[in-house]
């Protein structure tokens, strides 16, 4: 009976679900099909779909609206695709893998039970984009596929090595370890996959390599990764702090939102039962960012535009960015393998990328515009001009397959108990 993995990642804009078969051997499982649900944040949602030499893309969708709305129409999808019979019988699926934005203090994946749910619901509060919407489809799957065992992979756990004094806020100590209140860190699935990848690409060993990983997507971060861990990182105890998003403010100075609305502390309409977030926390989360500079959530649609809202928009951006990429040279002591561009912002965006590289070209950075404007086909690719002191690099990154991956490195501990 071949032993199917579902490597699911919800992202703020975007469900992306991956269909690997496990196999005995060592290397990769093997990838029968990839979906994604893009664009939830700028409607109509669409789909892209890839199986062998079957492919979908831009097929828009009427009604698709959430995290689970678009797994549904991607379990749909799969389980009538006549040419993926791995998938006709449900029970094949052995493993399902969610991407779960913040883990507070596990340190690595986890089963998830009674126990591991409530405790992520918990969690809820501090990425209001994120956790809950992955729970409603690890509940969908607990209905839809009952045999499948659901295992949590955290983006915060990749930074669970970040030193204290960068992990610490300067607040009253008391009531930061009461209510666990540092610096956490996010995208830490795909940073994992960013390090793997760079340092075969480099044939470094992992231990060994420093690099500055910028995963740009509809919530975009910066970190500082030293001897292949997590040594600083731009989100905070949200995934709200560092770098502006699609509908996200990025750092601001924390007093300007009671001076934007008195209600910043009152609950705001979209709290449940379950999550609790304030009317600033909403305003800074879901109405902020490109969305309110310039009424897009689409950074390719602004990198294109001349209007001066999107110019200011991507202006915004490259300064932000910079603002990571200087302080985490110096971190490095300047001993910097690459510059890695990440994420769906970082691995399409040729303006951004090119922007970006051009304000840090002081420090030895220098883009070839042929590589940048067309790079190639590979995981890794070098985008640096012949010369420059330093590299830098696009990664396409792949947070369902370090998923799998990881399943089936650590499948021992995942063994069901029935
Ligand atoms: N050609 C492009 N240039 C710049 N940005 C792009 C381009 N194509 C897509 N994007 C942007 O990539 C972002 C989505 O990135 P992705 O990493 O897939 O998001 P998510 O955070 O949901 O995982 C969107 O803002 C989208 O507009
Ligand atoms: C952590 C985070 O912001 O994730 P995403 O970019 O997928 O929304
Ligand atoms: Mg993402």
Known sequence: ????????????SSVKISVYQAHDKSGDPTQLAEASVEGLTAPPATLKYERGDEKIKGKELEGIESQEDAFRYILDHLTQDKGLPELNHKDDIKFTCHRVVHGGNYPNSQVIDEDTYHHIEELSDLAPLHNAGALTIVRAVSSLLPHATNIAYFDSSFHSTLPTHIS???????????????????????????????????????????????HLGSGASATCIKNGTSYDTSMGLTPLAGLPGATRSGSID?????????????????????MHITTAEEILNKKSGWQALTGTTDFGAISSSDAPECQLAFDIFADRIVNFVAPYFVKLDGKVDALVFAGGIGERGARLRAEVVRQVRCLGFEIDEGRNEKPGDGVVTSIGAEGARYKTLICKTDEQLEMARSVLEERGRFAKKD
Do not use: C, W
């Not at 610490?168 to 930061?176: G, L, M, Q, R």
């Not at 996010?186 to 044939?203: D, E, K, N, P, R």
């Open 168 to 214: 610490t806020y300067p607040i009253d100590p008391k009531v930061a370890a009461h209510n666990q209140l540092r610096k956490y860190g996010f995208h830490g699935i795909s940073y994992a996959f960013i390090v793997s990848a760079v340092s075969t690409y480099l044939q470094k060993p992992a231990s060994t390599l420093n690099i500055i990983a910028l």
């Open 1 to 12: 009976m071949p032993e199917i993995i579902l490597s699911i990642n919800a992202g703020s």
């Open 254 to 274: 924390p007093s300007l939102m009671f001076h934007f609305t008195h209600d910043a502390g009152k609950p705001s309409r979209s709290s449940t039962q379950k």
